[in-house]
């Protein structure tokens, strides 16, 4: 007999008395295993970071393995997996000659990005220039980092010095742009004039999502080269939060490198699909250059478990895994027939006004009031942004009912599978949601006095 934990535990992002999760008690694939003997198909990737499902039997024997030998010793000492995925990660991101710092997670991660940016450039409460409609992590920094309106009267973000600049939003762009290659420039300048406008000698980073986020907003192509352009031509360093984006899901290694070695960050921050969310660990993996600004110096930063050996080796395990089993391309080309799939459920319902993602296993379904196709379509969203809409909870909830757990952010719709994910199981979540999306948002009738005459 499970224990339900309804009541005594506090469960993040939750409205404590609403919460009636099921309790899951193994993992296979892509499938959570339930107390009460039935099986859910993740389509989110739980928190988009299941990348390699559940009980990966790779990610267990590393596991087991190294507990048989070390569990622990801090990161004052060497610990031989933390070494390993150290050189591995280095690799992988042609940061050679760089270092890497492990955290215990994602918001860690970018916190530590940040006082190692103002640490290496000189400017100890240098400004960090972020976006608006982002997401960083829930801890105080990461909140002032992120832009999101759930958390913003929690923390003062001028308090730590950090600024937003909005975002490359191509479906509603803030710049008024007429396409999304021209949102992206205009979303990059933007970041170019707040430096101009604090003066480079004052801004230590600018720490941006480089593809996927729960903000559910994919920047155009145009964006990220611009966004390194013009950080570099004004000696500020760039950090990439790839916590979301790395490990596949944006069908590469690492989301940036789709636009090639000149799209290089200075520092990039990583977590989630880093251990494939089997133990927790985040890292910050810094270039040679900034490096070498600090290797003289003291770091006064860590926290205990910070390269935990578990963690470390779970990491190895999970490098390994998706590059034996071939699950960076397989993502890439389960997300373009993902991309498609989607496209055809948006010309077969006029809900989804918009569909973006698809260069890996992440696809963004924006639902609105009007139908794309109307001439007048205004792209009004269904509920002030962030509340869900009411008929989209039932959905979800439909779905839940029928074996299948979706991921939802206001509007949005985040289709985020497990890497793993069968053929068939994909293929079928989507005739799932066809079938919902039709359950939910039928279209209205039209009116009897607008309908054209025969």
């Not at 009980?55 to 024997?61: D, S, T």
Request: some cysteine; glycine content about 8%; charged content about 20%.
């Amino acid at each position: 007999m499970a224990i339900e934990e309804r009541h005594s535990v506090l469960h993040s992002w939750s409205v404590q008395a609403d919460w009636r999760a099921p309790t899951v008690v193994g993992g296979r694939g892509a499938r959570l295993l339930l107390a009460d003997g039935g099986s859910i198909l993740d389509m989110s990737s739980l928190a988009e970071c299941s990348n390699l499902g559940h009980q990966h039997p790779r990610l267990i024997e590393a596991i087991r393995a190294q507990a048989e030998r070390l569990c622990y010793v801090s990161n004052a000492w060497g610990a031989q997996p933390r070494a390993e995925l150290a050189s591995m990660l280095l690799e992988r991101s042609g940061f050679e000659g760089g270092r890497v710092f492990f955290t215990l997670g994602g918001a860690d991660a970018n916190e530590n990005a940040v006082k190692i940016a103002r640490q290496a450039s000189r400017k100890p409460r240098g400004a960090v220039i972020a976006r608006d409609r982002s997401y960083h992590g829930a801890t105080h920094l990461a909140m002032a980092l992120s832009g999101d309106s759930r958390t913003q009267q929690q923390v003062d973000a001028a308090a730590f010095n950090v600024q937003h600049v909005p975002p490359p939003y191509a479906y509603r762009c803030p710049f008024g742009s007429a396409n999304a290659d021209e949102c992206g420039e205009r979303g990059a300048h933007a970041v170019a004039e707040r430096i101009d406008a604090l003066g480079a000698d004052a801004v230590a980073a600018v720490l941006m999502e480089p593809n996927a986020g729960t903000n559910g907003i994919v920047a155009p192509d145009s964006y990220w080269p611009a966004l390194r352009r013009v950080t570099a031509e004004r000696g500020v360093y760039l950090v990439a939060d790839e916590v979301m984006s790395a490990f596949g899901r944006c069908g590469e290694w690492f989301a940036w490198q789709r636009h090639g070695d000149d799209a290089r960050p200075d520092m990039m921050t990583l977590a989630k699909g880093l251990t494939g969310a089997a133990v927790p660990l985040g890292a910050v993996v810094i270039a040679q250059h900034v490096a070498a600004r600090i290797e003289h110096e003291m770091l006064y930063t860590g926290l205990t478990y910070c390269g935990h050996p578990l963690a470390c080796a779970a990491g190895v395990a999970a490098l390994q895994a998706y590059a034996e089993e071939g699950l960076i391309e397989r993502s890439r080309r389960l997300g373009a027939q993902l991309f498609a799939d989607a496209q055809r459920l948006q010309s077969r319902h006029p809900v989804i006004g918009d569909v973006r993602g698809g260069h890996g296993l992440f696809v963004v379904l924006e639902l609105v009031q009007d139908a794309p196709a109307d001439s007048g379509s205004t792209h009004a969203p269904l509920a002030p942004w962030p509340q869900t809409p009411p008929a989209l909870k039932a959905l979800v909830d439909d779905a839940m009912a029928a074996g299948v757990s979706f991921a939802t952010r206001g509007n949005l719709l985040l289709l985020a599978p497990p890497l793993v994910i069968e053929e068939r199981e994909l293929a079928d979540a989507i005739a799932l949601l066809d079938t919902l999306l039709a359950r939910h948002f039928a279209p209205s009738p039209v009116p009897h006095s607008a309908k054209v005459p025969t």
